[in-house]
Structures are given as C-alpha cells and as structure tokens.
C-alpha cells in the first residue's frame, strides 16, 4: 500500500507499507552484494538511515549462499530488519547471454527468502532493439508478470516496464502491468541510457511508463544511482532508486557529487564535509575505498533530502532546472519536457511557491502553460473598443502600471494587456498565479521573449478588440484615444472577479456566482477585495497569497446550479457523502469518479450519485488519483452542506 504525503510536480512524498516497516519515498535502496560487503547493512540502517535495500536474489540463487540464505532468511542472513526488495536478475542474464533459473523458479526463491518486494523476470530491451524484438519481449513480459502474481503470493510483486525506446510499447506494457495485483513498478532497459547520457530518451521513456502505469503504485527507477538524474526521474514520478554506484564508483577511483563525478586522484582539495570527507585529506580519500564509498553514498542521499524539502516547499521544478545546468544532455532533457507539458499539467497543483524563472525552460512550467491554456479556454474580455500593450515589468502589473491605467480609462475605451514571458496577461489577472508570483530577470532571453510575441499574436487573432496598440510612451494613450475615445465604462472590481472566476471555475461560472448585488469587503490597509458577498450571502473570499477564490458553500450552490455535471464535482459513494455533508473530509477510496478538469488544489463540488451537492471543498489529487489511491485524502472539506 502506497500513500502520497506531499507534492510537487509529479513528485511526491510518499509512503509504502511493507512486512517490514514503512518506507518514506522518494527512497534510495543501496546495492548489497552479500559476497562483496562495502559497507554492512546494519551501519547503511545505523549511519546513513537507510530504510530500505535492495539485493540481487539471482546472484545469491547462484553463489554458494543459495542455501544458508533460504535457511536463515533474508534478513537474517543480510543482519537487516527493514524492508528487503530482490531483483530477478533479468539484467544480468541478459548481458551474459544466458537464462539459467525460470522465472518461476526465481520468483518462488524470492518468495522462501522472504523478500519483501520481489521482482518477475523480465525480459531486458536495449534501446536500439528493433520494435519486432521490443513486441516479443513486452509479450513475454507480460506473460510472465501474469504467471507470477500466483507464484508470488504474500510477497509484494514488483513488475517491470519494458518496450526499449518505442513509446507506444513501453505505454502498452506498463498498462498491462498496471491491471495486474503488483506492489511496485519498475523502469527497467534503462541503464544504457544512462551510461551513454541519453536523458532526453530516458524522460520520453518515464513518462510513456507514467502514463500506462498507476499512480498509486510507487515507481522504482532501476539502475538510477547516480544523483544528478533523481531529480528529473522524481520530478517526473519515480520515487524509488537503486544505487551500485556508491560502491562501483569507489572501487573506480570515482567520487560522485551533485553535479557529476571527479576522479579522486585529481583531487587536490576535499570541497565535501559529509561525515566521510569532514577533516580528510585527498590522500586519505584517495587510499580509502571505504571511505570514498560512504562519500558517495552520502551525497547520494543529500541531493534526495533536498528533493524531499523541495517537494515540500513547491519549488521542485525550480530544484530540477538549477541541477540540469550540470550538463548539456541533461539541459536537452529539460528542454525536452516541453513535449510533455500536456501530460504534467495535469498533475501540477494549481498553485506552488514562487517561481523563478531560471532560463528559457521556465516558460514551460506546467504552471505556466495552464496560465495560457485557461485563458485561452476560459477568459472573456470587458466590452472595450481598444487595447493597449504594456510591456513586461515589475509585478504586480496594476501597481506598476497604475497611473497609465488611470490615465487610459479616462481617456481612452480600451482595456490593457501586458505582454508578460509567460503569456499575454489581461491587467485584471495580474494577482492570479503564477504571474505576480514570478521573479524574472530584467534581460530576458530572445527564445522567451519571441515565444511570448507568438502567444501575444494569437491573443490578439482572436479579435476581441478592433484597435491594439503597443506601448511606446505618454502619447500612446492619445493615440489610443484618437481612435477609441473613452472613458472605458468597465467597472475594474467586477471585470476582476468575473476574469478569475471563469479562470478557475471555467466559463459560466462568474455569471452564474455574481448575479444578484454583488458588494465587495475590501481590505483596510491594502483596499484589495477580500470577500465577495452577493444578494447577502458570503459566495467567496479571495485569497491575497495567489490571487484566487477560496469557494463558500453559497457560492458552490450557485456553481452547482449553473454548470452541468461533471463539471467541478466529484461523486463520492454513499458510505461516504452522510460523514462529508457533516464537514468530513473526502478519502479517494470513496471517490466514484470525478470531472477530468480538476487539478491538485482546485476548489471543487463534492456531490453524491444523485448530483445532490454535500460539501465544497479543496481537492488534493487529479482525476486518475482519485479513481486509484486506496489511501489518502481525496478532497479536503471546507464546509458540509448540513451546517450546523
Ligand atoms: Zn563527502
């Protein structure tokens, strides 16, 4: 049983129940080679925390050990009282060219060894495998994944996504895998990639696995041991990782940091002060295979507790773009989301911490591209004859701009857009995240900058406005007015909240929250709107920190009256809606489905199966979660429709 925590893009902080205590992920299982200890299982528990290892069963099923460990037992054997994951050995036998044990076999001794994860013997594609040999080799995946779960009873299965690099197959086997009663999923034809710096084929290759594969599964990323990638693998979904590289690299003479490798006979000063580096010499680094070893393991789980932290704070994005700095391949990666934006949009939450921009990429934050997407679907502009360009500037726009503004409404009937990086901004959404929550450079690079005049020219395409000026000065605003003279008779407070309500709720929504007379609570100190309160009744507060509605149930009322079902709901069971029409929050195994539309952190319906609405309320997870986690909140309540 997995159970997500906390988030941020698709990463998240999780937890996996096993036989033998819970493991917190993302997690890094080290490599134990039970002939060859580097470092004991008992000091990777004691000194650096591990919660979790992982061991090659097929290797013991092969050594001399094959039966002291079936009599004793896994954990007694490795003097490990946490989790044990095995691998089957489908690597191995691969790069040796022969297949000695059955999968049968190497599942029933993963079983007697008391394995708390076991994996099915896969059938290993490398990445130029011809999509013939790929086909066979999912089909026989499958295949086996299947005769498995018999086999396998008691242990958690680990099943493994194959396909080599043709998306679709990788797709079609994790969908495969994902219907059938497995614990865990692994990534697996990965590691060539790896070594040859192919991380633009490696995200394309998670992603097509994330797609097929559910998300209340724990996602192990197999051979993944060198930190620079986790923070793309993570951020991306996977939450488990296995290292060898802490003991490989050693042995090598290689010392791996969080931006690559140095070869520590070129060492001439000891930048690290983990507790393996603290007060060493190169010299005693260079002769201390040991030593070098908990180096790299240690720097190996640092860059995973600052993921955890940046999960934490809603900056993982912000933590993956500064680490892909670290080599071009990576940086091609990054580049590479962007192909996958549709997809990641979906699990992004609505809204995040502040978001620096760090180069050209950030323009393609999901966040980013859900702030163009909604006004492309869902904005309607105020009657105006003109329109005026602002150029990009400091935010919030309306401050910056607020005596242009002015000076435009009386003189001129035209509404002002700012061409921000992200998008073209109508100047009534400048509070909405991510916009006033942005910190750009002041010189913006030309790919951002000619990307924001593409999206600028499309705004302007769809016509809402017979004139648009650019802003070139004082004397733009006359010009402005020559041709639309004012004033513009858009009252700004209502043209703000019917803009943001159709952003988040969809169109619709502002006409059917605000009919009625609508009166404004302001705030004392900064005069911005605080509560929207129509024919006497409180329907939303807007929230100061990102610019949004906070939905009161009048206001859910109102919605759920206006927009036709899915729209906003989700539809629990009848077990649940009695404790929810109570204030109870919504736990996703009473979820029965929920609108496609809904995002991490929207303000949602909660409705029974009868449409009748029973609370209003912030949802925690996307529709695909809703409908998979056994555990977990689905929705946090905010108001019952039975008050008190
Ligand atoms: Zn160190």
Same mark, same amino acid.
């Given at each position: 049983?997995?159970?997500?925590?906390?988030?941020?893009?698709?990463?998240?902080?999780?937890?996996?129940?096993?036989?033998?205590?819970?493991?917190?992920?993302?997690?890094?299982?080290?490599?134990?080679?039970?002939?060859?200890?580097?470092?004991?299982? =008992?000091?990777?528990?004691?000194?650096?925390?591990?919660?979790? #290892?992982?061991?090659?069963?097929?290797?013991?099923?092969?050594?001399?050990?094959?039966?002291?460990?079936?009599?004793?037992? #896994?954990?007694?054997?490795?003097?490990?009282?946490?989790?044990?994951?095995?691998?089957?050995?489908? *690597?191995?036998?691969?790069?040796?060219?022969?297949?000695?044990?059955?999968?049968?076999?190497?599942?029933?001794? &993963?079983?007697?060894?008391?394995?708390?994860?076991?994996?099915?013997?896969?059938?290993?594609?490398?990445?130029?495998?011809?999509?013939?040999?790929?086909?066979?080799?999912?089909?026989?995946?499958?295949?086996?994944? /299947?005769?498995?779960?018999?086999?396998?009873?008691?242990?958690?299965?680990?099943?493994?996504?194959?396909?080599?690099?043709?998306?679709?197959?990788?797709?079609?086997?994790?969908?495969?895998?994902?219907?059938?009663?497995?614990?865990?999923?692994?990534?697996?034809?990965?590691?060539?990639?790896?070594?040859?710096?192919?991380?633009?084929?490696?995200?394309?290759?998670?992603?097509?696995?994330?797609?097929?594969?559910?998300?209340?599964?724990?996602?192990?990323?197999?051979?993944?041991?060198?930190?620079?990638?986790?923070?793309?693998?993570? #951020?991306?979904?996977?939450?488990?990782?296995?290292?060898?590289?802490?003991? =490989?690299?050693? &042995?090598?003479?290689?010392?791996?940091?969080?931006?690559?490798?140095?070869?520590?006979?070129?060492?001439?000063?000891?930048?690290?002060?983990?507790?393996?580096?603290?007060?060493?010499?190169?010299?005693?680094?260079?002769?201390?295979?040991?030593?070098?070893?908990?180096?790299?393991?240690?720097?190996?789980?640092?860059?995973?507790?600052?993921?955890?932290?940046?999960?934490?704070?809603?900056?993982?994005?912000?933590?993956?773009?500064?680490?892909?700095?670290?080599?071009?391949?990576?940086?091609?990666?990054?580049?590479?989301?962007?192909?996958?934006?549709?997809?990641?949009?979906?699990?992004?939450?609505?809204?995040?911490?502040?978001?620096?921009?760090?180069?050209?990429?950030?323009?393609?934050?999901?966040?980013?591209?859900?702030?163009?997407?909604?006004?492309?679907?869902?904005?309607?502009?105020?009657?105006?004859?003109?329109?005026?360009?602002?150029?990009?500037?400091?935010?919030?726009?309306?401050?910056?701009?607020?005596?242009?503004?002015?000076?435009?409404?009386? =003189?001129?009937?035209?509404?002002?857009?700012?061409?921000?990086?992200? %998008?073209?901004?109508?100047?009534?959404?400048?509070?909405?995240?991510?916009?006033?929550?942005?910190?750009?450079?002041?010189?913006?690079?030309?790919?951002?900058?000619?990307?924001?005049?593409?999206?600028?020219?499309? *705004?302007?395409? /769809?016509?809402?406005?017979?004139?648009?000026?650019?802003?070139? %000065?004082?004397?733009?605003?006359?010009? #402005?007015?020559?041709?639309?003279?004012?004033?513009?008779?858009?009252?700004?407070?209502?043209?703000?909240?019917?803009?943001?309500?159709?952003? &988040?709720?969809?169109?619709?929504?502002?006409?059917?929250?605000?009919?009625?007379?609508?009166?404004?609570?302001?705030?004392? =100190?900064?005069?911005?709107?605080?509560?929207?309160?129509?024919?006497?009744?409180?329907?939303?507060?807007?929230?100061?920190?990102?610019?949004?509605?906070?939905?009161?149930?009048?206001?859910?009322?109102?919605?759920? %009256?206006?927009?036709?079902?899915?729209?906003?709901?989700?539809?629990?069971?009848?077990?649940?809606?009695?404790?929810?029409?109570?204030?109870?929050?919504?736990?996703?195994?009473?979820?029965?489905?929920?609108?496609?539309?809904?995002?991490?952190?929207?303000?949602?319906?909660?409705?029974?199966?009868?449409?009748?609405?029973?609370?209003?309320?912030?949802?925690?997870?996307?529709?695909?979660?809703?409908?998979?986690?056994?555990?977990?909140?689905?929705?946090?309540?905010?108001?019952?429709?039975?008050?008190?």
């Amino acid at each position: 049983m997995f159970e997500m925590k906390e988030r941020s893009g698709l990463g998240r902080i999780g937890e996996l129940r096993t036989n033998h205590g819970v493991v917190e992920t993302p997690a890094l299982m080290p490599v134990v080679n039970p002939s060859n200890l580097v470092i004991t299982p =008992k000091d990777l528990a004691r000194q650096f925390g591990i919660q979790i #290892l992982i061991t090659n069963a097929y290797i013991i099923w092969k050594s001399e050990l094959r039966q002291r460990f079936l009599d004793d037992g #896994l954990h007694r054997a490795l003097d490990f009282e946490g989790p044990i994951m095995t691998d089957s050995g489908a *690597f191995q036998q691969h790069v040796y060219g022969r297949v000695d044990v059955s999968n049968e076999d190497i599942v029933r001794y &993963q079983v007697a060894l008391g394995a708390d994860l076991g994996t099915v013997l896969d059938v290993f594609s490398e990445p130029d495998d011809k999509r013939r040999l790929c086909e066979e080799a999912v089909e026989e995946t499958l295949r086996r994944s /299947r005769d498995a779960v018999e086999w396998g009873e008691g242990m958690g299965l680990v099943g493994t996504v194959q396909g080599g690099l043709h998306m679709d197959l990788r797709e079609y086997c994790a969908r495969g895998l994902a219907e059938l009663p497995m614990r865990v999923h692994a990534i697996g034809g990965v590691v060539p990639l790896m070594e040859a710096y192919r991380f633009t084929d490696l995200i394309d290759v998670i992603v097509a696995s994330k797609k097929g594969l559910r998300p209340d599964r724990p996602v192990h990323l197999f051979g993944a041991g060198h930190p620079v990638t986790f923070g793309l693998a993570v #951020l991306l979904g996977c939450d488990l990782f296995d290292s060898a590289a802490y003991v =490989k690299y050693a &042995q090598d003479g290689r010392m791996i940091t969080r931006w690559g490798t140095t070869k520590v006979d070129e060492l001439a000063y000891v930048s690290c002060n983990c507790p393996a580096c603290h007060s060493a010499s190169p010299k005693e680094l260079q002769e201390d295979v040991g030593r070098l070893a908990q180096h790299n393991l240690y720097v190996s789980l640092q860059e995973l507790e600052e993921l955890k932290q940046a999960i934490h704070e809603g900056s993982l994005w912000e933590h993956v773009e500064r680490r892909c700095r670290a080599h071009p391949s990576l940086l091609d990666a990054l580049k590479g989301l962007r192909d996958h934006v549709g997809f990641l949009e979906r699990y992004e939450s609505l809204v995040g911490g502040t978001l620096f921009y760090t180069g050209p990429e950030s323009v393609w934050r999901p966040v980013a591209y859900r702030f163009r997407q909604r006004m492309l679907k869902r904005y309607s502009p105020p009657r105006a004859e003109g329109v005026l360009i602002l150029p990009e500037g400091a935010r919030p726009y309306t401050r910056t701009y607020s005596n242009t503004l002015r000076d435009l409404f009386q =003189k001129a009937d035209a509404h002002a857009v700012v061409r921000s990086v992200f %998008g073209p901004v109508p100047v009534e959404l400048d509070s909405v995240y991510p916009i006033a929550q942005s910190v750009i450079p002041s010189d913006l690079d030309l790919e951002a900058v000619e990307a924001s005049e593409v999206l600028l020219r499309e *705004f302007l395409r /769809r016509g809402y406005f017979s004139v648009g000026i650019l802003w070139e %000065g004082e004397a733009t605003i006359d010009e #402005l007015a020559s041709k639309a003279p004012g004033p513009t008779a858009v009252d700004m407070d209502m043209q703000k909240c019917q803009a943001i309500a159709n952003y &988040q709720f969809g169109p619709g929504a502002a006409d059917a929250l605000l009919e009625g007379k609508v009166e404004f609570v302001k705030s004392k =100190k900064t005069k911005k709107i605080r509560n929207v309160f129509v024919d006497g009744e409180h329907v939303l507060s807007l929230r100061a920190r990102d610019g949004l509605f906070t939905m009161k149930l009048a206001g859910g009322k109102r919605l759920h %009256g206006a927009l036709r079902p899915p729209k906003l709901r989700v539809v629990v069971n009848e077990e649940s809606a009695p404790l929810n029409r109570e204030g109870k929050n919504v736990f996703a195994k009473f979820v029965v489905d929920c609108d496609d539309d809904i995002r991490p952190l929207d303000e949602v319906l909660v409705v029974d199966g009868d449409d009748e609405l029973v609370a209003i309320g912030r949802a925690l997870m996307n529709r695909e979660e809703m409908r998979a986690f056994e555990r977990g909140m689905a929705v946090r309540v905010r108001e019952g429709s039975r008050l008190p």
